[in-house]
């Protein structure tokens, strides 16, 4: 029993070890989104890490304590690793790996592969760059569709994250569409409650007129029963 007891123990304290060990080390993306507007035709990322993202702290290599990369494919399907070479089949790669640069996501063209451009990581060419804001562990960012390759809104991707260049995970996901109202629909709403408020206020005044024009018979004024007392009409 006591060889038992002692054992339990040691798993125990490995287990506590172990968890302490994973909450530390590890980034990790807790969940994440990639929503289209139709209207603005804008997409709104959103990262919810498991700690406080580190972007300006960078290794000897330049590599940065944290980051991620979105790989997008505008088909919107899945896996967008597929074919031959495996990037074949991408549109666009979305770097947060060059924040430390210039303070903003990057947002590159795939090909030609190798690019010599400094910080491309060996992707293509610059297309554009976007700010980001940080929220506590929450990550978002907005960027046209057109900047990002895709034109109707229907994208799959790959987001992964890195430590230090080292890869920590992923996540591969399609984009979502907001249920938004068209504009035109509210307009006509508004409209609508206008020109009903307007024809209730024509008819109250029409009504008015039609009572002060032609009195009727009032019970209550006639037996002095009014709100008001006899005396204030005089
Ligand atoms: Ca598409």
């Avoid at 060996?122 to 034109?151: E, H, K, M």
């Avoid at 992964?160 to 984009?175: M, P, T």
Wanted: proline share 5%; hydrophobic share 40%.
């Amino acid at each position: 029993m006591a060889f038992l007891k002692k054992l339990f123990i040691v798993i125990a304290a490995f287990t506590a070890l172990e968890t302490v060990g994973t909450a530390q080390a590890a980034l990790v993306v807790n969940s994440e989104s990639a929503v289209v507007n139709p209207n603005t035709q804008q997409v709104l990322f959103t990262i919810d890490f498991n700690e406080v993202p580190n972007f300006f702290l960078v290794d000897a290599y330049n590599r940065q304590a944290d980051s991620f990369q979105y790989f997008i494919e505008a088909d919107g399907e899945l896996p967008v690793f597929r074919g031959s070479p495996y990037y074949s089949q991408l549109e666009t790669i979305v770097r947060a790996e060059e924040i430390h640069v210039a303070g903003d996501i990057r947002v590159r063209n795939v090909f030609p592969i190798g690019s010599d451009e400094p910080n491309s990581g060996g992707w293509g060419s610059l297309r554009g760059s976007v700010p980001y804001t940080l929220n506590g562990t929450v990550l978002t960012f907005s960027a046209p569709l057109q900047l990002i390759g895709d034109s109707d809104g229907l994208f799959s991707y790959r987001l992964e994250w890195y430590e230090f260049g080292e890869f920590r995970g992923f996540k591969d996901n399609k984009s979502a569409i907001t249920q938004s109202v068209p504009e035109h629909t509210s307009i006509f709403g508004i409209l609508a409650f206008g020109a009903l408020c307007t024809g209730l206020l024509l008819k109250r005044k029409q009504t008015l007129a039609k009572s002060v024009a032609s009195p009727t018979f009032h019970p209550q004024r006639e037996r002095g029963g009014n709100k008001y007392p006899v005396e204030k009409a005089y």
